[in-house]
Structures are given as C-alpha cells and as structure tokens.
C-alpha cells in the first residue's frame, strides 16, 4: 500500500516538473486604441471631392482636409447621406472614416431609411457604421434609434459666453469630461444625442468670434483633453466655400496646424468616429486581464463582465489595446504572431497588443508565439519614406494619396492627383509632374494608420 502511494506520488511530482513554468507579467487595458494618450477627430458631413464641377465652391474641400490631416497625422471623418463621388477613394486610403447622415432636414425618421443609408455606405467601406450625425439638428427621434447604432452627434454648440468663460469641453470620455451635468458620460442615450467638442467654423461665422479667438479655444480645449486622457471631435463644414463674406476653406489648413500644435508629442489614436465610440464600449466590458508568459508563448486572459449596456456588441469591430509590461527587443517583436491579435506594436517603450474581443464568450484567451511561422503581426508606429527617380519606397507597407497645388494659389486649393491603395512597399508614380507652375506631394499612411507628407 506504501509503495503504490509512493509511485503515484512520484508520477505527480514527475507531472508537474515537466509542466511549463509560466510567469505573470503586469497588463492593462489601455484607455484609448494603441495605448494613445487621447482621441482626438476633426470632421465634417458631405464628402466633395475636385470633381465637384456642378458647384465649384465645393471642390477644394475634403481634398485640402484630407491633404491636411495626412501632413499632420490627425484623423478626419465625415458624415454621409449617400455615396459621393471620390468617398470609396477616400475611405479606402484609410485617414478618414464614415458615419449615415440622416437627412431629418426632409424626412421623418424611419428605421428603413436608416438601415438603407448604412448598407450603401457599408458597399464602399467594407463595413457598416455604428454612428450617424442629425440632419439640420433635428435629433427627436434618438432614443428610437436602433441598438446597433452606438453614438451621434448633435448639432448643438456651446454659446460664445461659454466658450469665453472656460465652461469646458463636451468630450465623450476621460477625466473630467465636459459638462457631465448636461450630458451624464454614463447614460447611453446621451452617447447617441451628444455635440462636438467644437465647432471651429461655426463659432466665426455664427458667434462672432474672430479666427485667431476660434483657434485659441480650441488649442486650449485639445490640451485639456489631451491631459484628461478624453475624447475630442471638432466639427466644421469643409465645403461651406463662403458666408458672409469669410471662406471656410483657407480656414482648413490653420485648423490643423493648430491641432497639431496642441497634440504637441503626444501621441493620439489613429481611429474614425465609428471606432472611437466602440472601444468606449468595448473596454467597459472587461472585468479583469491576466498575462503569462512561458518559453514559447504569451498568454493573455480577457474577462468579460455579464452586465452590459443595451447595444448590440456584434457590430463592434474594433481592437481593444492592452499595455502589457513584456520588456522584448523591436527584432523579437517582429516574430510575433497569435491568432485574433490584430496587431502587436511598441508605443512609448510599451509594448501592447490589439485584440478582437469576442464579447458572448466570459472568457476570451488569446496565445501571441515569440516564434514565426505564420506572417507577423507586429506593426511599428514609425516607419521610413524615401523619394527617387519616380519611386517612392518604405521600410514597411503605405498607401500614397498624390496632391499637387499651384504655386501662386492659396494653400487651400489642393487637388488629387492620383492614389495607389494597395499597402506596398515600393510605389512607382503613374502621373506626369513635369508640370513647374505646380507643387507635387505623396501622403502616406502605414497600417496602424501612422500618416505624413513628403513633397515629391
């Protein structure tokens, strides 16, 4: 009898000394996508592209936005009734994402009116959007809207005394977040009925405030946001070319160079409106994250909590970020691989993981191998773009959008010259810019939506 206990003692000791030693490394979800420091968006409704030939005044104005947001890394999206010419381009170029545009400025709300405007935007994005924008303000129906529609923006707008008077920002998320008396962070309704942070344009035309005063606000609103780790969406109408007597469109580029000059180094998140908002949702799910690590692998655990908002989680598509304390070299990152993992990448010597969460499962277990045997998944935020003899070339897969602009015109008038929408290493350029009365330029923009200007 003692012996048998003793050989089966041995036999589990003998088990557990050939089990793989794991170790549990630090893990966290990340407050914004890629582990960025805010979410920061400039957007409009009504995509007009150069060919806006039946109203001239519009053609300049989502190619210069587009222009500028690629030469400052800062996403842009736009709000949309129908397929406008030039919008699959755009979106394909991934710098900017769609939402419907309801036109409640005609129509009464109808659910099948509003499924019919998400499937025809969902033919040239690959995807259906999960927010919308009220036409002409008119928002009555909001809490009719169906549960696969995750926020919207109003048209409202803090009155100039409010702007003066520091109020603050009506963000969606983050420390502090704008107004919480007026508009509950918590309450879904209020995440589907809900304005912009700003509205850059309308504070010039509308209330009285000069340029110079519009963009300071906002300057000041962006660093706010930026330090309560929130989430900011300015609003302007790109192809309102003139009213009284002011043009909105020399506007744009002043616009982004103070965005940029308020994101300063901090690094913000490369996602449209649509993907903002949905990992709001998504990470108010997570109970709890656990990380190991044994020889061959990392193994991350994702608890979901039971209780959550009434929307429908199907229709989220967006990675959830998790800031991991895994100390690796960028050489072994590229080795990485795992399956559900969108991207593995390094931000601020923080290495963090992308993941598709399945939210009907309470628990999602995800397996990132150090060792390759299938394409890595790890994508870097910084990447290198030369220019020579016609080729443009990168250490890592872009897009290019190509711009030209006429030397003597203002910055504004921006035209597409062409677009090469497969992601590639080498690009060769299939357009003629011997043209000297122009400017030529390349926007890039890698896979993690990482996006710059180089002149050509």
């Known amino acids: 009898m003692l012996i048998n206990k003793i050989i089966i003692l041995s036999f589990v000791l003998l088990f557990f000394s050939c089990q793989e030693k794991e170790t549990q490394l630090g893990v966290k979800v990340s407050s914004h996508f890629n582990n960025a420091d805010a979410t920061i968006i400039q957007c409009s409704d009504q995509y007009y592209d150069n ?201 744009i580029p002043k616009l982004f160079k103070t965005l940029n000059e308020a994101i300063g180094s901090s690094y913000i998140a490369k996602v449209d409106y649509n993907e903002a908002l949905e990992y709001l949702y998504g990470k108010q799910t997570i109970d709890s994250v656990s990380l190991f690590e044994n020889k061959d692998a990392y193994i991350m655990r994702v608890y979901i909590n039971r209780k959550k908002k009434e929307i429908d989680y199907n229709v989220i598509r967006t990675p959830i970020s998790f800031e991991t304390e895994i100390k690796t070299t960028e050489s072994s990152l590229m080795e990485f691989w795992g399956n559900n993992i969108q991207s593995v990448t390094k931000v601020k010597d923080k290495i963090i993981f992308n993941a598709l969460i399945d939210y009907t499962k309470k628990l999602n277990k995800f397996i990132i191998y150090k060792q390759a045997n299938k394409q890595t998944i790890f994508l870097p935020l910084e990447y290198e773009v030369s220019f020579n003899d016609s080729i443009i070339q990168s250490n890592y897969p872009i897009k290019i959008s190509y711009f030209k602009k006429e030397k003597r015109n203002e910055d504004y008038k921006v035209e597409i010259v062409d677009r090469s929408l497969k992601f590639k290493k080498e690009h060769a350029l299939r357009f003629d810019r011997n043209n000297i009365k122009y400017n030529y330029y390349a926007g890039v923009i890698n896979k993690l939506g990482e996006s710059k200007l180089i002149k050509i």
Not at 57 to 67: G, I, K, L, M
Not at 86 to 103: C, I, N
Not at 124 to 153: E, F, H
């Open 51 to 251: 060919s806006a030939t039946y109203n001239k005044s519009r053609q300049y104005s989502a190619v210069v936005a587009e222009f500028e947001s690629l030469k400052h890394n800062i996403p842009i999206h736009v709000f949309e009734e129908k397929v406008e010419r030039g919008l699959k381009e755009f979106l394909e170029m991934g710098r900017g994402g769609v939402s419907a545009y309801y036109p409640s400025c005609s129509e009464n709300y109808r659910a099948s009116l509003l499924d019919s405007i998400l499937d025809n935007l969902k033919l040239v994005n690959n995807r259906r959007p999960t927010t919308l924008a009220y036409g002409c303000g008119k928002n009555y129906y909001y809490d009719s809207l169906p549960n696969y529609i995750l926020g919207a923006r109003n048209s409202s707008l803090l009155p100039v005394y409010a702007l003066k008077e520091g109020v603050g920002i009506c963000t969606y998320y983050g420390k502090d977040a704008g107004n919480p008396s007026i508009y509950p962070v918590g309450d879904f309704s209020f995440l589907r009925n809900r304005p912009s942070a700003s509205k850059s344009w309308a504070n010039v035309i509308s209330d009285g405030l000069s340029e110079k005063e519009s963009l300071s606000f906002i300057k000041k609103e962006v660093k706010k946001t930026i330090t309560n780790k929130g989430f900011y969406l300015d609003f302007m109408h790109w192809h309102i070319n003139e009213i009284k007597g002011k043009n909105a469109q020399q506007f």
